[in-house]
């Protein structure tokens, strides 16, 4: 079976860190290139990072960099997206995601059910 299945999110304190964790089978992984969306109450979703299938060459939202950092470990088929310094204004669901690439998420036809962050104190 084809899926991305999205670990790690949790409740965290503004300024604490999380590291997410996207498990990949049923693809060949190591072909793709992928990406991190989220989704805040009420909003769109947007994405937040993305990375190419060698994992060496990645990209960041404005909102997000400096702070993010994603990459991928082919050998294990996982992605992740640690994630330090956070603020309140993080908290949403979390997707990984592949596709054509790009933020456009109509470019990405398979997702994760989507891991939750909550940053409060």
């Known amino acids: 079976e084809v899926q991305l299945v999205e670990s790690g999110g949790g409740l965290v304190q503004p300024g604490g860190s999380l590291r997410l964790s996207c498990a990949a089978s049923?693809?060949?992984?190591?072909?793709?290139?992928m990406s991190w969306f989220r989704q805040a109450p009420g909003k769109d979703p947007e994405w937040a990072s993305g990375?190419?299938?060698?994992?060496?060459?990645?990209s960041y939202a404005d909102s997000v960099k400096g702070r993010f950092t994603i990459s991928r470990d082919n050998a294990k088929n996982t992605l992740y997206l640690q994630m330090n310094r956070l603020k309140p204004e993080d908290t949403a669901v979390y997707y990984c995601?592949?596709?054509?690439?790009?933020?456009?998420?109509?470019?990405?036809?398979?997702w994760g059910q989507g891991t939750q962050v909550t940053v409060s104190s």
């Open positions: 995601a592949t596709g054509s690439g790009g933020s456009t998420i109509w470019n990405y036809g398979l």
């Open positions: 049923g693809f060949t992984f190591s072909t793709y290139a």
């Open positions: 990375i190419n299938s060698g994992g060496d060459s990645t």
